[in-house]
């Protein structure tokens, strides 16, 4: 196992990012009983830190209070920069990363949203060149 490994951010757009971590990527799968686990051999963690993030806001196991305003939907910009806000966010907290290779992927509506993520992070980059 690498000591250094690459950090992986994994977005299911839509739904929970754990179910793909339960049922393709992740260290462990459910067996079919439903109560147990079993380890799969094929996990993605082997070579990378695997991090399943829940975009948009309010998906999965994340939480937004929304007040008065029962209105979830969020523009697509504004969910690339709030996963951006919490990649640097993690990358802040877990600072041994900060030095690594970085990859960020998804599936499904993934191929609209990771390609604002990678934008977002550009003009940040740009940003802090200035």
Known sequence: MALN???TFIIDIGCSSVAGMLSEMGPF???????TLYENVFSWNKQASMIFLEVPRGVGFSYQDLGDDQDASVPDDQNADDAVSAIIN???????FASRDIYIGGENYGGVLIPLIAK???AKIDVSKN
């Open 29 to 35: 799968r459910p067996n079919p009983d439903g109560q």
């Open 90 to 96: 993690w990358l802040n907290t877990f600072s041994s």
């Open 5 to 7: 490994k690459a950090a």
């Open 120 to 122: 977002s992070i550009g």
